[in-house]
């Protein structure tokens, strides 16, 4: 993988006290251990393990030659290093909004990018939002009144009800408990150690990216 697009790899911020806060990329995560902002996190056999940048950099080798699936690598002329998974903010107590913000994003993930009305998927592009109960008879702007919708259907429903229109929604659209976009991370092996830190009593947290 080029180095412009290890350096893109998310990695998971925590505050001082262990919290998740935010997502951030791999070049603004080695940019805050250089500058002894932040620590490495890593989670081996259930436990946590803490990392200042050059313990790190001095441990990347045994990295590279037991666990070389494990990581996206920096090559560097001097040596090759690690991109971590999880970093602490050694000064950072701040807590994020517990609230999953109401989005494009966010609803396009809770979604699946599947049409709310014929339930075939499509790429961004082709996706459109839709509120359920029309604006122009009192519908809201709200997670139970928008949802994803192909062009063909949102032009199919026009500025009518579903019963109006004779279509149906595969599902009711709701408020998601915990940040969708996140969720759809967490499906993929390379970030199961975040599941450590994200736990039930976290799920409400709004992680930017």
Not at 71 to 89: D, Q
Not at 100 to 116: M, P
Request: with cysteine.
């Amino acid at each position: 993988m080029a180095i412009a697009c290890v350096l893109e790899e998310k990695v998971l911020v925590l505050n001082r006290l262990y919290t998740a806060v935010r997502i951030i990329n791999a070049r603004r995560a080695f940019t805050l251990l250089c500058k002894d902002i932040a620590e490495v996190i890593a989670v081996e056999d259930g436990k946590y393990i803490n990392y200042d940048f050059d313990s790190w950099t001095s441990i990347s080798d045994l990295q590279k030659e037991f666990e070389p699936d494990a990581h996206e690598w920096i090559h560097t002329p001097r040596l090759v290093i690690a991109v971590p998974k999880i970093i602490r903010l050694l000064g950072y107590d701040r807590f994020p909004s517990q609230e999953v913000k109401l989005n494009r994003r966010n609803l396009y993930a809770r979604d699946g990018s599947r049409c709310q009305y014929c339930g075939k998927r499509f790429s961004s592009k082709e996706l459109t939002l839709d509120h359920v109960m029309p604006r122009v008879s009192g519908g809201e702007h709200s997670w139970g009144n928008l949802v994803c919708a192909c062009v063909k259907c949102n032009a199919k429903k026009g500025g009518r009800s579903p019963a109006q229109a004779h279509m149906h929604l595969i599902r009711k659209p709701v408020r998601p408990k915990r940040n969708p976009a996140i969720t759809l991370r967490l499906g993929k092996d390379k970030y199961s150690s975040w599941k450590a830190f994200l736990n039930e009593a976290y799920w409400t947290v709004e992680l930017k990216d």
